[in-house]
């Protein structure tokens, strides 16, 4: 394992790192990390030179999402040499946002939290810009992408989804904005009060509150590796933004289902009158079938509309833990 921890090493010559504690943080790097083991040796790089260089003092939450590469062995050696690390190993695989959760629930910066994507696509050194400007007075300060160096159909795929979001969420969440972001201690303290279960934690952010604001950057391209996040794993976050912050699918349905009784209503006069006035009876087993299969279609829709709510309420309600630690390594010590 040594040979996959020489980042640690070579990087601080012969000073001994185990002495650089900074007592209590400040400020709180969370980035959750899944299987990547290729960005680790950057990244560490990156956060050593800042929290070296900071005036204020800094510690790197690093959440293990139950890696199945070297990640996890390599943050867990980390964090036993330098204390400025502190690491947490989840259990299994729980997702970004629940690892993420996890992050913000240990983080002990007194100040707040800078939340960051573990690949390099959000560069850790804004955080001095994004600092700045929650001295200035803002609780939350968030990252707005405005290039996102990826391909065109997901790029495409974030633009709907978030205008859709824009047009259908109860609260105001801003276009274009995902985790990458400066959290202050007040709103922090309050989202590790929030128990719901299905996190869209962009969302949650913005439904606290306070005074927030954004600032422009460019995402960079994931540095090594492909997307942690799996097509299932996009459309299961779209869909916690959409049903956790609208109540428009639902409304929808009984809107359609209105609708629907009452174009069959003036289908049933012009059919009765048709009959009794004219004599004509209406043929038509084709358009008979494709009424019955559409609307067929449009009940299972609602039904799966109505699951989404229930399937909600069903996971809230069994009161499980969000996610489960298997170790946490915090000032050099393992603490459980
Ligand atoms: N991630 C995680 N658990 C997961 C999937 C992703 O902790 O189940 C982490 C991943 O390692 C990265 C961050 O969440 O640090 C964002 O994931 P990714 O870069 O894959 O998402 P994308 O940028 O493609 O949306
Ligand atoms: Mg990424």
Not at 23 to 31: C, D, L, R
Not at 56 to 73: K, T
Not at 116 to 125: C, K, T
């Amino acid at each position: 394992m040594a040979e996959d921890c020489l980042f640690l090493t070579s990087k601080k010559g012969n000073i001994d790192i185990r002495r650089m504690t900074n007592g209590i943080p400040q400020v709180s790097f969370v980035i959750p990390v899944y299987n990547e083991e290729s960005n680790l040796p950057t990244l560490v790089e990156r956060l050593i030179k800042i929290m070296d260089q900071s005036p204020i003092s800094l510690e790197a939450v690093l959440i293990d999402d139950g890696s199945r590469d070297n990640s996890r062995a390599m943050l867990k050696q980390l964090a036993l040499v330098d204390p400025r690390f502190h690491v947490v190993l989840l259990s299994r695989n729980h997702g970004h946002q629940l690892a993420l959760t996890a992050g913000l629930s240990v983080a002990r910066g007194t100040e707040g939290v800078f939340v960051l994507d573990g690949d390099l696509q959000d560069p850790p050194e804004l955080l001095e810009e994004f600092y700045a400007k929650h001295l200035e007075g803002y609780e939350v300060v968030y990252a707005i992408r405005e290039k996102r160096k990826e391909p065109w159909y997901k790029r495409m795929a974030y633009f709907i989804f978030y205008r859709i979001l824009k047009k259908i969420a109860n609260v105001d969440i801003p276009l274009d904005s995902g985790d990458f972001s400066f959290i202050g201690r007040k709103v922090v303290n309050i989202l590790n009060q929030m128990p719901e279960e299905s996190r869209f934690i962009r969302g949650m952010r913005t439904w606290i509150g306070f005074k927030q604001i954004g600032i422009s950057y460019n995402r960079q391209e994931r540095a090594f590796g492909d997307s942690k996040y799996t097509f299932s794993k996009l459309v299961q976050l779209a869909l916690n933004g959409i049903f956790n912050f609208s109540e428009f699918p639902i409304k929808f349905v009984s809107s359609a289902g209105f609708l629907a009784i009452a174009s069959s209503l003036l289908y049933f006069f012009y059919v009765v009158i048709k009959k009794l006035f004219i004599g004509q009876v209406i043929e038509g087993f084709t358009s008979l079938l494709f009424v019955i299969i559409l609307f067929g279609g449009i009940q299972l829709l609602a039904i799966g509309i109505l699951g989404e709510y229930i399937l909600r309420i069903f996971f809230q309600s069994k009161n499980r833990p969000n996610y489960i630690i298997d170790q946490e390594i915090c000032e050099g010590k393992l603490l459980k």
